[in-house]
């Protein structure tokens, strides 16, 4: 099968599959958000759809006013990017910061990281832990979940193909992964 006609490529994950808040819609979220002064954690395991919602939050944060600054930290990341500290400056009550990645950092780092962004309207982190900021949601996943996801991707199973159940225990749970195992299922030939 050619990349462009695989049911999971990314873009095709991207733009079909977004967070969907279990409590609730998205302006409940954005309440409690704001309930919590505009700093609160998403928090929860690898592939669990924390940077998926932390997007989806920013957005919906964009069209209520705010100004959106997004900083990533890959796992082996230890430090925020260096132009962060000028962007910082600039921070003011209109802008929320999304850090995507909190847990990256260690305790020094992070008080510091938080001390440049007080300016700020808000600061939403996501993290696979709790404790850097009082929790807004906690990010989980089931083989229900992933089997729903695989059914919207590609409605019509594959022969062979391995049972979301099953991918749902081999990757613990991470449902980034086991859409990944998907993808190079249906691209092998």
């Excluded at 669990?48 to 944060?61: I, M, S, V």
């Excluded at 979301?164 to 092998?188: I, K, M, P, V």
Aim: net charge positive; hydrophobic share 40%.
């Amino acid at each position: 099968m050619k990349a462009r006609e695989n049911p999971f490529r990314s873009e095709r994950v991207i733009g079909t599959i977004r967070y969907t808040c279990p409590d609730g819609d998205l302006d409940a979220l954005i309440a409690k958000l704001a309930a919590l002064g505009y700093r609160a954690a998403i928090v929860g395991p690898h592939g669990a759809g924390k940077t998926t919602l932390l997007e989806d939050l920013g957005r919906a944060l964009e069209d209520r006013g705010f100004r959106i600054t997004t900083v990533r930290l890959a796992a082996d990341a230890r430090r925020v990017p260096g132009e962060w500290a000028a962007r910082a400056a600039r921070l003011g009550p209109r802008d929320i910061v999304c850090l995507d990645g909190a847990e990256q950092l260690s305790a020094s780092r992070w008080l510091s990281f938080r001390w440049q962004a007080r300016r700020a309207g808000g600061l939403i982190v996501t993290s696979h832990t709790r404790g850097r900021l009082p929790l807004l949601i906690a990010c989980t996943t089931s083989a229900d979940l992933l089997e729903g996801i695989v059914r919207r991707l590609s409605p019509a199973s594959a022969a062979g193909a391995p049972p979301a159940g099953e991918l749902f225990q081999r990757h613990r749970g991470n449902l980034r992964e086991a859409l990944r195992e998907l993808y190079d299922f249906h691209a092998s030939p």
